[in-house]
């Protein structure tokens, strides 16, 4: 439905030339829940005011349903836009703050008072339809600019951060009631974060971006069980790097050469060199046992207990370290103690050949 | 901090002296002319007593009551015109991209600050009077004209400063809500900017009360403002008079830049 092909987008020039978008190619589809996650500096607000309109790419182009959207200016585009800052016009109230994008589409009196009101109820601010915009708190604020970007019930629906200001427990409820509006009403969702779990508990698919380049495309489970780069594998969760070394490879299964001499299958990438590699496995899909058999043995230095969890740190014979994550039992203590020796495996195609 | 290094400018040998000496020379002079426009007597230097004569008389002064007139009717017509052109120039300085020449088009809307005054008044002379002979017009339109843009980075300025500290994201949002920038600017622009558009109107209007030189040289016979009347009179017999108009215009100046303070103060 929306696609960016190629965009740059430069700021400065000569020395202080910086790209803060770097030839970013992207399709998102219709009624998708499409998230960019990232570090903040990243470029994800950036990507979004190019579609929004307000920042016009060096260079690529961005099509809507085959139209070019770049020639259009931003009251023209189909898309509304939740602000970072949220923009909240501090000389309305939030009654006129949610009804502006509805008037100036011209929309009759009658259906424009009963949508805000349904958008006001949508997000609990019914009781504060007549206040200025300065006189609510932040996650108030946060409500009252995504109602005001719903109302208008746009194609396509920009979110920059709409959550980071709401406490935990209006986060999980804005969250699921955010997933459930899209779902109804089918509007696109281009929803930028950088709260991993966020981003993988709500989106359809995930771009996972890093110094103005989306480093990889994918569904949750895709992104978190398959990362492709050591970025995105350390960015998502909690991960292990090992030196491997690739042995051989056929029909997608790689067999590669742990730094113990022990050999197993692995998930290959697309453009990983031969020879000397890195495997990622994830704390919780390895398992902590005796020396003998296993894939890695070492050293345990450190047991952590985290309640729903315990985090087994073992200092590998090769000079390598490796958490690994066991889910806890009620009341049985772990039989191992620190300064034990301990063996680790992983079943075959686990690990993760990544691409650097 | 200053004074936590040890260096306080205020304890420098000598800073109250020539602190007070300063504020001495600025408002003794004022003080006095204001405290003479009460004299009972004809003298602007020997206090003969108490009396608001002065104020009378030039109430009753049919060329004072014109002057004033002239001079209030001038400063409107002024401000408002300057006021409008510096709207203008401000979101074109503002709300636009980066262009070329921008550097160029801020130093030629404040070129009244830089260049000299009575070069102005000279070069406005002669373009009038080749206009007068042309035309034949000979009415307050030069005048009019005159002022307006000398008023204008007066007009400009605060005007400009309030765009600028406006946050842009607000415009975009409206943009964003399908709001034609029309649309924006009726919206969402001037109900947030009319403090600096009203701060700017009074400062334009107070600077056109004011002016001396520019009206001096571009006015026709019979056209005199206050300030040149004052001028005029200054030339004949100085009686406390001068003094009561001119602590008339002192309070309408005071007035209206305290009320410029306050306005261009204002929040949202
Ligand atoms: N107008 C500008 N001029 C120069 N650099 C800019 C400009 N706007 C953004 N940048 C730079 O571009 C980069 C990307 O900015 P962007 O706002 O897209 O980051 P982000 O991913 O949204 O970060 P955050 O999570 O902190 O919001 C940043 O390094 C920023 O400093
Ligand atoms: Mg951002």
Known sequence: MIEVDGVTK??????????????????????????LLGPSGCGKTTLLRVIAGFVDPTSGTVTMDGADLL??????RPVNTVFQSYALFPHLTVRQNIAFGLEMLGKPRAEITQTVDEMMALVQMTKMADRQTGQISGGQQQRVALARALAPKPKVLLLDEPLS???????????????????????????????QEEALTMSDRIAVMSAGAIRQIGSPRDIYDHPAERFVAD???????????????????????????????????????????????RPEHATLGPEAGALLPGTLRNIVYFGTDTHYHVALDGGDSFVVRAQNQPDRASAVAEGDRVGITFPPGVGQVLRD | MASSSGFDVRRQF??????????VMLYLPVVLLVVYSFNAGTSVAIWEGFSLRWYRSAWENVQVQEATVRSLVLAFWASLISTSVAVMAALATTRTRPFKGYSAIFAMINQPLMVPEIVTAVALLIVFAAVKVWTGYTGLGYLVLAHSAFCIPFAYLPIRARLQGMDLSLEQAASDLYARPWQVFRRITLPQLWPGILAGAMLAFVISLDDVVITEFVKSAGQDTLPTYMLGQLRR???PEVNAISTVLLAISVTMVIAFFFVSRMRK
């Open chain 1, 235 to 281: 960015f998502i969760g909690d991960t292990n790097f090992l030196p491997a070394e690739i042995l051989s490879e056929a029909d997608g299964v790689v067999q590669v050469r742990l730094g113990s001499g022990a050999e197993i299958a692995a998930r290959p990438v697309e453009g990983a060199g031969r020879g000397a590699v890195t495997l990622a496995v």
């Open chain 2, 14 to 23: 000598g800073f109250t002296t020539i602190a007070l000496a300063c504020f």
């Open chain 1, 10 to 35: 430069a700021y400065g020039s000569g020395k202080t030339r910086f790209l803060a978008l770097d030839n970013v190619t992207v399709t998102i589809r219709k009624n998708e829940f499409f998230t």
């Open chain 2, 237 to 239: 017999v100085v009686t």
């Open chain 1, 165 to 195: 200001a709401l406490d935990f427990k209006l986060r999980k409820d804005m969250q699921i009631e955010l997933k459930r509006l899209q779902t109804e009403t089918g509007i696109t969702f281009i929803f930028v974060t950088h709260d």
């Open chain 1, 71 to 76: 020639k259009l200016p931003p009251y023209a």
